[in-house]
Structures are given as C-alpha cells and as structure tokens.
C-alpha cells in the first residue's frame, strides 16, 4: 500500500518558470490538501479539496493553483514562481469527511522545491 | 495571526527522563487536538489525538493533556528515547468550520543518549 505518493522529491526552477507538483493517493480518501513547511512557521495549508471537483483555498493560496479531477490526484501547480516559494510541500489526505481526532491526516514524504 | 503556538523552538531530554511539548491555542472553536512527529526527509504522522470533551488522553509512552480554560495542551513521553527526537507539530481542528486542520510551528526534541 503506497499511501500518499509525491513526485518530484527535489526540483531547482528560476524565477518565473512553471511547475506541477504531483500528489498521488490509493486510499480511496475524499480530503486531499497542500501544505508548505518554511522555519519558524510551521505547515501553512496552501489549498484543501474536499472531493473530486471540489476545491477550496487555505491560508495561503497566492501563486498556486489546484485542481481535483479524480479522487487519486491532486496536483499543485505554480503558475511563475518566486524566490518566497522556496519551501518543503506536503501533500497530506484522510478519508470520509473532515479531518478531526479520528480522521488524522497521511502525510507524502515531501517535494523540497528552490526558486533562484 | 497564529491561531496554535508552540513557544519553544526545541528541547533536549536526557534518556529515560520526561520530555513536556508544550502547545497553546487561541481559537476556542477548535475541538480536537493532535500530535504529530516528523523526522527528516519524512513526512508528518499521526501521534496521539484529544478530544475538547476530555482532558487527558494516553497511548502507551505518550499522554496529552488539555486544558480548556487555559487554551493550552501538553505532550508528555515518558520515558523518553533517542528513537522519539524529531520535530513535533501541534494541530488543531474545528469540525464544524472550514475543514482545515492548523499546525503549529513545531518543537525540535532531542533526546540524549
């Protein structure tokens, strides 16, 4: 069982360029999100879905973008990238629902991206 | 505006001694409360969960606490050992709200040998 699937682990872009960050999932989960890891700030969610077609903005969504086409995937896509997105992305999902105390979020293993 | 807080960047524990995480909140619609560990080059997993009904919960090593009144939680391992140094991430979760789940800034544990 692969759980929660991210590609690529690594990626160096320049500024301004385009990237999709995969996020792939074979639990049959409905809530698939994206968050960013930076020092000091902790995980920040970028954008949530709550099922396919389904999407919503989290705390910070500027400059990604995000779609839910089937329940598997959900791709975060940086539109021109910028030195402040220099981060590490997670893609996490749980099953029927909300999140909450017995719907705990699957983390993948991590995407480190670098904007020069 | 950092709605879950931990204050303490990181923390070093001797062997066989009690490691205490510390977490405050500020948002009292929140109504569950989970740890998560995470070690590098690895995502976050699933530690231990409360409930806003209880005040404490414990799952063998691991015991959280919460108190309400204080908007503050607590992780407790007991006895610590050099496989539990990671980074630990508080979270919080209002069920009836936005469906999101808000982490902390985490706390770095190492536990000396």
């Known amino acids: 069982n692969a759980g929660v699937t991210q590609t690529p682990k690594f990626q160096v872009l320049k500024t301004g360029q385009s990237m999709t960050l995969q996020c792939a999932q074979d639990?049959?989960?409905?809530?698939m999100s994206w968050y960013r890891q930076d020092p000091g700030m902790g995980l920040r969610l970028i954008h949530y879905s709550v099922g396919a077609g389904i999407t919503d903005q989290g705390e910070v969504p500027n400059g990604y973008n995000v779609s839910r086409s089937t329940t598997e995937d959900f791709p975060l896509r940086l539109l021109s990238a910028a030195p402040s997105q220099t981060s590490v992305y997670f893609c996490?999902?749980?099953?029927?629902?909300?999140?909450?105390?017995?719907?705990?979020?699957?983390f993948g293993a991590g995407s480190r991206l670098t904007v020069l | 505006d950092q709605q879950v807080k931990q204050n303490s960047p990181s923390l070093s524990v001797q062997e066989g001694r009690i490691s205490i995480l510390n977490c405050d909140y500020t948002n009292s619609m929140f109504d569950y409360f989970l740890w998560y560990k995470k070690y590098p080059a690895e995502g976050p997993t699933f530690l231990i969960s409360?409930?806003?009904?209880?005040d404490k919960n414990e799952d063998g090593r691991f015991t959280v606490f919460l108190n309400k009144s204080a908007k503050h939680l607590s992780l407790h391992i007991v006895p610590s050992q050099p496989g539990d140094s990671a980074v630990y991430f508080c979270a919080a979760v209002d069920s009836g709200g936005y469906q999101k789940v808000t982490f902390g800034t985490g706390t770095k544990l190492q536990v000396i040998p």
């Open positions: 639990m049959n989960h409905e809530y």
């Open positions: 996490a999902s749980t099953g029927t629902g909300a999140p909450s105390g017995a719907n705990v979020l699957t």
């Open positions: 409360i409930s806003s009904i209880k």
